[in-house]
């Protein structure tokens, strides 16, 4: 059953450069989720259209909630699965401007991913989930999406790394925030899949539907992004992320 959580109703922008300090989003901040989803399910599925800051903040509200509820938390990204060192390398820092620097410095996802997966928006999520590992709090981060030039779709590398991670403790809950294309527990249609950038066969929600995901997300009448859909621009909030 795909539950719906609600957003901001207006979506703004998350972009700005990479080097500068990102504001911390609200994590801990007001969270409508009638069906508790952070306090019982083991998986969460964020259905994201890249390139807000809503999105981002609301994978940190469902973070802190499990968090608060006493749950262990991996917090999967859309990014390459190569980046998981720079992610543990700054998960152990001190998140200052040098340990930015080193972070982004270097990678591809960072330098030249701009389909707005790797927003300073997501910065400031990973610089949260930075802060309550250092308050001792129970929260991993993991990089779920393919290396460049792997074989195999990436939305097999997401699930298979979300499955994984699902394994480690059964009280623990993965919430993992992607292009909602990836997130729905259905295959989607030719008319879809129209207009965007590339195919989707099988998405990673419909390979975990044996581990019950809970796939979330709002449907977007107003506001703005920054995607490549399939050019790189401002977009309207009406096509699929």
Request: proline share 7%; aromatic share 4%.
């Given at each position: 059953?795909?539950?719906?959580?609600?957003?901001?109703?207006?979506?703004?922008?998350?972009?700005?450069?990479?080097?500068a300090a990102a504001a911390v989003p609200d994590g801990c901040g007001p969270l409508d989720d009638p069906q508790?989803?952070?306090?019982?399910?083991?998986?969460?599925?964020?259905?994201?259209?890249?390139g807000t800051r809503e999105y981002p903040a609301l994978a940190a509200r469902l973070a802190c909630a499990a968090l608060d509820g006493g749950r262990k938390v991996a917090l999967a990204l859309e990014m390459p699965q190569d980046e998981q060192a720079r992610l543990a390398a700054y998960m152990a820092s001190s998140g200052d401007a040098a340990a930015r620097t080193a972070f982004t410095t270097g990678s591809r996802f960072w330098e030249k991913v701009r389909d707005g997966r790797s927003?300073?928006?997501?910065?400031?999520?990973?610089?949260?989930?930075?802060?309550?590992?250092?308050?001792?709090?129970?929260?991993?981060?993991i990089a779920i999406d393919r290396p460049q030039s792997a074989p195999g779709t990436r939305d097999e590398y997401m699930a298979a790394a979300i499955r994984r991670a699902s394994s480690v403790a059964p009280e623990m809950v993965v919430i993992a925030l992607a292009g909602n294309m990836h997130t729905r527990l259905a295959p989607p249609s030719p008319s879809e899949m129209a207009g965007l950038?590339?195919?989707?066969?099988?998405p990673m929600g419909v390979l975990l539907r044996d581990l019950g995901p809970a796939s979330i997300g709002s449907p977007l009448s107003r506001?703005?992004?920054?995607?490549?859909?399939?050019?790189?621009?401002?977009?309207?909030?009406?096509?699929?992320?």
């Amino acid at each position: 059953m795909r539950a719906f959580l609600n957003l901001c109703s207006g979506l703004l922008i998350g972009l700005a450069p990479l080097g500068a300090a990102a504001a911390v989003p609200d994590g801990c901040g007001p969270l409508d989720d009638p069906q508790g989803l952070a306090r019982s399910a083991r998986i969460i599925l964020v259905g994201e259209i890249h390139g807000t800051r809503e999105y981002p903040a609301l994978a940190a509200r469902l973070a802190c909630a499990a968090l608060d509820g006493g749950r262990k938390v991996a917090l999967a990204l859309e990014m390459p699965q190569d980046e998981q060192a720079r992610l543990a390398a700054y998960m152990a820092s001190s998140g200052d401007a040098a340990a930015r620097t080193a972070f982004t410095t270097g990678s591809r996802f960072w330098e030249k991913v701009r389909d707005g997966r790797s927003s300073i928006a997501v910065l400031a999520l990973i610089e949260q989930a930075r802060r309550w590992r250092m308050q001792g709090l129970p929260l991993e981060l993991i990089a779920i999406d393919r290396p460049q030039s792997a074989p195999g779709t990436r939305d097999e590398y997401m699930a298979a790394a979300i499955r994984r991670a699902s394994s480690v403790a059964p009280e623990m809950v993965v919430i993992a925030l992607a292009g909602n294309m990836h997130t729905r527990l259905a295959p989607p249609s030719p008319s879809e899949m129209a207009g965007l950038p590339g195919r989707i066969d099988t998405p990673m929600g419909v390979l975990l539907r044996d581990l019950g995901p809970a796939s979330i997300g709002s449907p977007l009448s107003r506001g703005a992004f920054f995607g490549c859909a399939p050019d790189c621009r401002v977009h309207d909030a009406d096509v699929d992320g």
